[in-house]
């Protein structure tokens, strides 16, 4: 069973920053693409931002030129550096790991609190 363990969630100011990190219990970590993915009440989950095994990223237009996702695979672990927080940013955010090839492999973290508000 893979775990994650995900952390960097609060409560920030608009305008301000925060990071996430989401470390995965995975052996072939670096064989996955890893994706951030939040909630807000109400809303579906959307994608934030995805990087591939290969490095590719790809983002959702709300976000572009604010976040960035990056991957340490020696750590297992991706994080999302989120700059000019807006309070539309405020959602649960989800770690989602999948497997490059054997894509119905699919793993989810518990989610984090993200929550813009002055």
């Known amino acids: 069973q893979v775990q994650f363990v995900e952390s960097g969630g609060g409560l920030v100011q608009p305008g301000g920053s925060l990071r996430l990190s989401c470390a995965a219990s995975i052996i072939t970590f670096s064989i996955y693409t890893m994706g951030w993915y939040r909630q807000a009440p109400g809303k579906q989950r959307e994608l934030v931002a995805a990087i591939t095994a290969g490095g590719s990223k790809n983002y959702a237009d709300s976000v572009k030129g604010r976040f960035t996702i990056s991957r340490d695979n020696a750590k297992n672990t991706v994080y999302l550096q989120m700059n000019s927080l807006r309070p539309e940013d405020t959602a649960v955010y989800y770690c989602?790991?999948?497997?490059?090839?054997?894509?119905?492999?699919?793993?989810w973290g518990q989610g984090t609190q993200v929550t813009v508000s002055s």
């Open positions: 989602k790991a999948q497997h490059a090839t054997a894509t119905r492999l699919v793993y």
